[in-house]
């Protein structure tokens, strides 16, 4: 009977590796940015209410519905 276990190395990072997260990271950062630059603000008095339990007005749309 051996002793003999097998050994879990960690595998290393290559460089595809780095590259492949690197490039994600770039284009995850650069669509929020497009986004941001593109996207109207949000008029919060016109927003209609998340949760309208009791308060009278409509919750139909939600909280990303524009105003009419």
């Known amino acids: 009977m051996s002793n003999a276990s097998p ?5 290393a990072h ?5 590259a492949l997260r690197i490039v994600f ?3 995850l ?10 996207s109207a603000p949000i008029d919060l008095r016109f927003e209609k ?3 309208a339990a009791g308060s009278g007005q409509s919750s139909v749309g939600g909280h ?5």
């Open 7 to 11: 050994q879990s190395t960690p595998q």
């Open 14 to 18: 290559t460089s595809s590796t780095w």
């Open 25 to 27: 990271w770039l284009l």
């Open 29 to 38: 950062i650069g669509f929020l940015a497009w986004d941001v630059m593109h």
């Open 49 to 51: 209410p998340l949760i």
């Open 64 to 68: 990303c519905s524009m105003p009419d």
